[in-house]
């Protein structure tokens, strides 16, 4: 069950945002071998983000996961992510913060219970 959220200040039509996170979701899916059916995807761009004391276009992703992430995915990701918000919100690269979580199925509820 990935999970994908973004935070970004630029701002969205409600159009550009389900456009974004259906990308996201496929980019997760693609990069973690994961079917896109069990990944969960968030845009959130309400956000007030400032790098090196600057405000300026920017994002923060979180990645959670059971299982799959790691190094190798996570390096995937990141291009992955980050070229694509390069092209689609003008946000550079060197403004883009993701933060990849590796989390037990007993600590992810789902349906009432949890995976493990």
């Not at 070229?83 to 600590?107: H, P, Q, R, T, W």
């Amino acid at each position: 069950m990935p999970l994908i959220k973004m935070q970004t200040n630029v701002g969205c039509t409600p159009e550009k945002k389900q456009s974004i996170v259906r990308k996201l979701s496929a980019i997760c899916s693609e990069c973690t071998g994961k079917p896109e059916s069990y990944v969960a995807s968030i845009v959130e761009d309400d956000s007030v983000i400032s790098f090196a004391g600057e405000i300026k276009n920017s994002a923060f992703i979180e990645v959670r996961g059971i299982g799959g992430l790691n190094k190798t995915v996570n390096r995937k990701l990141s291009a992955a992510i980050c070229g694509y918000l390069e092209k689609e919100l003008a946000i550079d690269g060197s403004c883009v913060y993701i933060n990849f979580m590796d989390i037990s199925g007993e600590n992810w509820g789902w349906k009432g219970s949890t995976f493990g």
